[in-house]
Nanobody, 127 residues
Framework: QVQLVESGGGLVQAGGPLRLSCAAS????????MGWFRQAPGKEREFVVA????????YQADFVKGRFTVSRDNTKNTVYLQMNSLKPEDTAVYFC????????????????????WGQGTQVTVSS
C-alpha cells in the first residue's frame, strides 16, 4: 500500500508562485511514476503534470506549459510541483498520484493509469 501526503497548498495572489510537495510512504518510490491532477468545484479531475520513475521524462498539460514544473527526489520519496505565474483559474484541489508497472522513462497521463491517490491540497489564487 502506498500513502501519499500533499502539502504546500494555500492562498496566493495571481502571478505569484507556490510549491507543492507530495511525500510517499513506500519502500520503492522509484518504482512509481508520479502525477499531479487537479479538480475545481463542479469540474472533473484533470491531468496537470507527471514525471517518470527515473525523473528523466515529464509531461505537462497545455494549460500549464511554461508555468509549472514537476520534479522528484527518489532519495526523499518526494515529488514536487513548482507553480509559477499562477492564475485564478488554477484554483483547485491538487492531488498527487502514483502509478506502478511502467518502464523507467514512461509518463502516464490518464487517471485510470494511476493506482494511488493523496487526499489533496487546496490551492486558491486570488485576482
Amino acid at each position: 500500500q502506498v500513502q501519499l501526503v500533499e502539502s504546500g497548498g494555500g492562498l496566493v495572489q495571481a502571478g505569484g508562485p507556490l510549491r507543492l510537495s507530495c511525500a510517499a510512504s513506500v519502500r520503492t518510490f522509484s518504482s512509481y511514476a508520479m502525477g499531479w491532477f487537479r479538480q475545481a468545484p463542479g469540474k472533473e479531475r484533470e491531468f496537470v503534470v507527471a514525471i517518470s520513475r527515473s525523473g528523466g521524462s515529464t509531461y505537462q498539460a497545455d494549460f500549464v506549459k511554461g508555468r509549472f514544473t514537476v520534479s522528484r527526489d527518489n532519495t526523499k520519496n518526494t515529488v514536487y510541483l513548482q507553480m509559477n505565474s499562477l492564475k485564478p483559474e488554477d484554483t483547485a484541489v491538487y492531488f498527487c498520484s502514483a502509478a506502478r508497472g511502467y518502464s523507467s522513462d514512461f509518463v502516464p497521463r490518464g487517471r485510470s493509469q494511476y493506482d494511488y491517490w493523496g487526499q489533496g491540497t487546496q490551492v486558491t489564487v486570488s485576482s
